[in-house]
């Protein structure tokens, strides 16, 4: 579920958890499980440091397209069937994270229109 709470840089943390899991350590753990740095992520993905730091920290989510190039320099290379699996597995668990924040971010705005 969704968790809103403003930080001292006044901007909108979103926790969508799936399964328990926030979005952020989600994806803090694919980036560590391959011994990497945000700085490499973000070289290897062509997006910038900030936007990693910002899917990494809870401040954003990446786009699907994103996401996938992320996956893609992430999944293992020693099979077809493992790179696949991995592809799959994890772009499951984005899609359903994501879906929960669309949904909590349109009804944070609807709030705010009804001065909630």
């Known amino acids: 579920m969704a968790n809103f709470s403003t930080g001292n840089t006044q901007k909108r943390r979103e926790e969508i958890k799936y399964n328990g899991m926030k979005f952020q350590d989600f994806l803090n753990d694919l980036i560590n499980e391959r011994n990497l740095f945000k700085q490499d992520i973000a070289n290897l993905t062509k997006n910038s ?17 994103n996401f996938q190039n992320i996956l893609n320099v992430l999944a293992p290379t020693n099979s077809v069937e493992e790179r696949n699996r991995y592809i799959s597995t994890n772009t499951s668990i984005y899609e359903s994270i994501r879906t929960q924040y669309l949904i909590a971010k349109k009804l944070l705005n609807e709030q705010k229109k009804r001065g909630l």
Do not use: N, V
């Open 49 to 65: 440091r900030k936007s990693i730091t910002e899917w990494t920290t809870g401040l954003s989510i990446p786009s699907p397209a």
